[in-house]
């Protein structure tokens, strides 16, 4: 089935980007085709998108035989989805709800990757929750996300660059995490202040002995005054300073100069810290 352009679609159900909602649409179907291919083949497989809007990602994700369950708040948007579902029969689910309100894995069923424009507001929010928690390897097979650039940057940085920060070793200590694509800010509309770009992050062995809230409850006081010493930053955290001693890094150092193995090192001193007390 010819499906109209997106810009057709828009005019006919009387679409604008919310900026309440973060919305920022994309109409270029090459471009959007090129995001779908990210992930690689998703031929019958399990799709999650959030913020679909009006369908721009959702069609090329379809096209590429995906199984798409699409989240979206925006009721102005429902038709133009609905319009999508009689073009592909059975390959789209429609969700109407909050995002943030819903347990994916549960809403899925089933392993399943994630392919989103995110809206910039919830964006960094939901990318945590995805990373967080205990459980591993994640009902999620690889997260293909669009971020304001300056977002993304910091997701795949390396130790000592200035975007280096606690989202890295969130993303970095048990995932893959690469820059995909940039994508300029002239391909939305309306076009954001900033530019933006696609990272891809596929799940891999968590490393052993590692408590995923203890390192997160570390990367939180080491990076929320990186401008200080680790003596400074970490005193108020139990066992921290002692499991920095115990990995023999120096607490004159700065958050932004340990790697993230040494994140991972120092998490798992004080998590076996703490064992060693309750024996």
Same mark, same amino acid.
């Given at each position: 089935?010819?499906?109209?352009?997106l810009?057709?679609?828009?005019?006919a159900?009387?679409?604008?980007?919310?900026?309440?909602?973060?919305?920022?649409?994309?109409?270029?179907?090459?471009?959007?085709?090129?995001?779908?291919?990210?992930?690689? =083949?998703?031929?019958?497989?399990?799709?999650?998108?959030?913020?679909?809007?009006?369908?721009?990602?959702?069609?090329?994700?379809?096209?590429?035989? &995906?199984?798409?369950? &699409?989240?979206?708040?925006?009721?102005?948007?429902?038709?133009?989805?609905?319009?999508?579902?009689?073009?592909?029969?059975g390959?789209?689910?429609?969700?109407? =709800?909050?995002?943030?309100a819903?347990?994916?894995?549960?809403?899925?069923?089933?392993?399943?990757a994630?392919?989103?424009?995110?809206?910039?507001?919830?964006?960094?929010?939901?990318?945590?929750?995805?990373?967080?928690?205990q459980?591993?390897?994640?009902?999620?097979?690889?997260?293909?996300?669009?971020?304001?650039?300056?977002?993304?940057?910091?997701?795949?940085?390396?130790?000592?660059?200035?975007?280096?920060?606690?989202?890295?070793?969130?993303?970095?200590?048990?995932?893959? &995490?690469?820059?995909?694509?940039?994508?300029?800010?002239?391909?939305?509309?309306?076009?954001?202040?900033v530019?933006?770009?696609?990272?891809?992050?596929?799940?891999?062995? &968590?490393?052993?002995?590692v408590?995923?809230?203890?390192?997160?409850?570390?990367t939180?006081?080491?990076?929320?005054?990186?401008?200080?010493?680790?003596?400074?930053?970490?005193?108020?955290?139990?066992?921290?300073?002692?499991?920095?001693?115990?990995?023999?890094?120096e607490?004159?150092?700065?958050?932004?100069?340990?790697?993230?193995?040494?994140?991972?090192?120092?998490a798992?001193?004080?998590?076996?810290?703490? =064992?060693?007390?309750?024996?």
């Amino acid at each position: 089935m010819t499906l109209p352009p997106l810009r057709e679609v828009i005019a006919a159900h009387g679409l604008s980007a919310s900026k309440a909602l973060g919305q920022n649409f994309l109409f270029d179907e090459q471009l959007l085709d090129r995001i779908a291919a990210i992930p690689g =083949d998703l031929h019958d497989k399990a799709v999650l998108e959030i913020g679909p809007g009006p369908g721009g990602l959702t069609r090329a994700l379809l096209r590429a035989g &995906a199984r798409v369950t &699409a989240i979206e708040r925006d009721s102005r948007c429902i038709p133009a989805l609905a319009e999508l579902q009689e073009a592909f029969p059975g390959q789209l689910r429609v969700v109407e =709800d909050d995002a943030l309100a819903i347990d994916h894995a549960e809403l899925m069923g089933e392993p399943f990757a994630v392919a989103a424009n995110l809206p910039y507001n919830i964006g960094t929010l939901l990318f945590t929750r995805w990373l967080s928690g205990q459980d591993w390897p994640p009902a999620w097979t690889s997260l293909t996300l669009m971020f304001q650039q300056e977002v993304a940057q910091r997701i795949v940085a390396k130790p000592g660059t200035g975007t280096y920060g606690r989202l890295a070793v969130l993303a970095q200590w048990r995932a893959e &995490a690469k820059l995909a694509m940039k994508v300029h800010r002239s391909a939305f509309t309306p076009p954001p202040k900033v530019m933006s770009a696609m990272v891809h992050l596929v799940p891999r062995e &968590a490393p052993e002995g590692v408590s995923a809230k203890v390192l997160e409850k570390l990367t939180e006081a080491a990076f929320g005054q990186r401008r200080k010493m680790l003596r400074q930053s970490l005193k108020g955290l139990s066992g921290a300073l002692e499991a920095l001693e115990a990995c023999g890094i120096e607490s004159t150092r700065r958050a932004e100069t340990l790697s993230v193995d040494d994140f991972v090192a120092v998490a798992r001193e004080m998590a076996s810290a703490r =064992d060693r007390v309750r024996d």
